[in-house]
């Protein structure tokens, strides 16, 4: 249950005037996010663990919403310009796969927590949604820990020491919380393989306590993300540009002008598609009107 932890200046979390406010409403929705996945683990300890499933699925609903935010953010940040992917590689691994590999794994783990509250509702005749479950329970993680992976791998050109520093003090925490969830779902289901229990028993202890601890490196994350966006949106971090020609191709398309590139690949483009008509246009009259032979008796008396 992680997010994206981005130093791009190309983002734009609302409209333009109320941005700033919007991207610290998206980190402090995280933290509180993360405090309730928290406290939903606790309550798995308690006399009433139902609760603690539903307190999980406000959680999971939350972190969905903020990764999906964090996706709308930056593709309006290029102004949905998805070919700017082909000159800046990290756009397309980070600013864009992670918030969408987070937010599939953040509805896998929603949909497990909600078989198992199903199950624990209905009854005996859902036993057949224990094993999707699980699976998901073990899925949902394993695409954070990919989602955390991807968002350590960027690339620094212009920020400083600074900066880098606290994008590792949001990275760090992240890794470590997807790790310990996968770690402990993966655990849980080698435990309830060897016994049989329904319903919330399936989340084994073991699983809540790996929870609990990850819950905390997630809320210590967040925390740190809040710090990150405090000092960005103060002016206090020099922020990474496109690469690779992507920054100055979407400031040209913004101000209405083609690059030289662009716009001769497009004249020679033009010129082919002409010449390649004019060829089939050719063909096509000499396949429809083919000669007409003149008799040999017109011939001969056309020259007397």
């Not at 937010?103 to 909600?114: P, Q, R």
């Not at 435990?191 to 049989?196: D, F, I, L, N, S």
């Not at 202890?205 to 000092?231: D, E, H, P, Q």
């Not at 690059?259 to 096509?284: D, K, M, V």
Request: glycine share 10%.
């Amino acid at each position: 249950m992680v997010k994206l932890a981005s130093a791009r200046e190309s983002r734009m979390y609302g409209p333009r005037l109320a941005r700033d406010r919007f991207e610290y409403i998206n980190a402090g929705l995280y933290v509180f996010s993360a405090i309730v996945l928290l406290g939903g683990f606790l309550a798995e300890l308690s006399k009433e663990p139902k609760s603690g499933l539903v307190i999980i699925l406000i959680a999971l609903a939350i972190i969905l919403f903020v990764n999906v935010h964090d996706l709308i953010a930056h593709l309006a940040g290029i102004d949905c310009r998805l070919p700017l992917m082909e000159f800046d590689v990290q756009l397309a691994l980070v600013e864009f796969a992670v918030p969408l590999v987070q937010a599939a794994g953040s509805l896998l783990m929603l949909l497990g927590i909600l078989f198992l509250f199903i199950q624990e509702e209905k009854g005996y005749g859902y036993f057949k949604l224990e094993k999707h479950a699980l699976n998901m329970l073990v899925a949902g993680p394993a695409l954070w820990l990919l989602g955390s992976v991807h968002n350590s791998c960027q690339i620094y050109e212009r920020a400083d020491g600074h900066a880098q520093i606290l994008q590792q003090t949001v990275h760090i925490p992240f890794l470590m919380g997807s790790l310990l969830l996968l770690v402990g779902a993966i655990t849980n289901m080698r435990e309830q393989a060897r016994t049989v229990h329904h319903g919330t028993n399936l989340m084994g202890r073991t699983f809540t306590w790996f929870g609990i601890i990850g819950s905390v490196m997630l809320i210590i994350g967040g925390l740190a993300n809040v710090v990150k966006v405090f000092k960005m949106q103060q002016g206090g971090l020099r922020l990474e540009k496109l690469r690779g020609g992507a920054h100055e191709l979407l400031l040209q398309e913004r101000e209405g002008q083609v690059p030289l590139i662009l716009e001769e690949q497009g004249r020679r483009r033009r010129q082919a598609e002409e010449l390649s008509q004019a060829t089939a246009a050719q063909a096509a009259r000499e396949t429809a009107a083919p000669a007409v032979s003149t008799p040999y008796k017109d011939v001969l008396v056309g020259q007397s």
